[in-house]
C-alpha cells in the first residue's frame, strides 16, 4: 500500500557538504526531510526528488509525496496550489 502526504515547502538549508533540508508543511505540522550524499548520514530524501522540492520554495505549487511500504519516497507530484485569499477575495465580491 502507498502512503502520501500533500503540503508545501517551507523552508530549505544546503549546506556546503552537498547535504539538503527541507521542511515541508503538511496537516498543520512541519516535517523535516533530509538528503545527504554521506552514506554515515542518515539521509531520508533521494536526491533528484530533494531538488525538485527545493525548486518550489517561494511558489504556489503544491506537493504529494509518495512513500513505499519502506517509508522511502518513491515520488512525488507537482500541481497548482489554490489560493485561498483569491477565493476569500471572490466571496467578498459576490457578498457586496
Known amino acids: 500500500m502507498t502512503n ?3 503540503g508545501e515547502v517551507i523552508r530549505v538549508r544546503k549546506f556546503s ?8 508543511h503538511h496537516e498543520e505540522q512541519i516535517t523535516e526531510y533530509r538528503y545527504s550524499a554521506d552514506p ?3 539521509g531520508n530524501f533521494p536526491k533528484d526528488l ?6 518550489t520554495l517561494s511558489t504556489d505549487i503544491c506537493i504529494e509525496i509518495f512513500f513505499q511500504d519502506d517509508g522511502i519516497p518513491s515520488h512525488i507530484e507537482l500541481e497548482q496550489c489554490e489560493d485561498d485569499e483569491l ?4 466571496e467578498l465580491d459576490e457578498d457586496e
Open 17 to 24: 557538504n552537498g547535504d539538503i533540508e527541507i521542511d515541508f
Open 87 to 90: 477565493d476569500e477575495d471572490d
Open 40 to 42: 554515515s548520514r542518515l
Open 50 to 55: 530533494a531538488e525538485t522540492l527545493v525548486s
Open 4 to 6: 502520501s502526504i500533500f
